[in-house]
Nanobody, 115 residues
Framework: QVQLVESGGDLVQAGGSLRLSCAAS????????MGWYRQVPGKQRELVAR????????NYADSVKGRFTISRNNAKNTLYLQMNSLRPEDTAVYHC????????WGQGTQVTVSS
């Protein structure tokens, strides 16, 4: 059974930083490209960043490029998202999943950025 457990979300002021973590189990983590996704109520879930299985290739949505960094530790089956220079428009529930995504979504972690 696939389990994806996100953590690290919080309420921060604009300009602040957060580091999100995603603990994965039930998959061969090191075989999978992974992604961070975010969703705002009433809007479609969007891909924020993705990373190849070995970590060498990383891609970012234009809206977060230069501010967010995706990384992974395959020995710990854990995915990370370092978020700097946060903006109010980054407010969302953040999820991790494989990329392309599967149907196994975790609860996500809430990030709220105040202006």
């Amino acid at each position: 059974q696939v389990q994806l457990v996100e953590s690290g979300g919080d309420l921060v002021q604009a300009g602040g930083s957060l580091r999100l973590s995603c603990a994965a189990s039930g998959i061969i983590f090191s075989f999978n490209a992974m992604g961070w996704y975010r969703q705002v109520p009433g809007k479609q879930r969007e891909l924020v960043a993705r990373i190849s299985s070995g970590g060498a290739i990383r891609n970012y949505a234009d809206s977060v490029k230069g501010r967010f960094t995706i990384s992974r530790n395959n020995a710990k089956n854990t995915l990370y998202l370092q978020m700097n220079s946060l903006r109010p428009e980054d407010t969302a529930v953040y999820h991790c999943n494989t990329h392309p995504s599967s149907s196994d979504w975790g609860q996500g972690t809430q990030v709220t950025v105040s202006s």
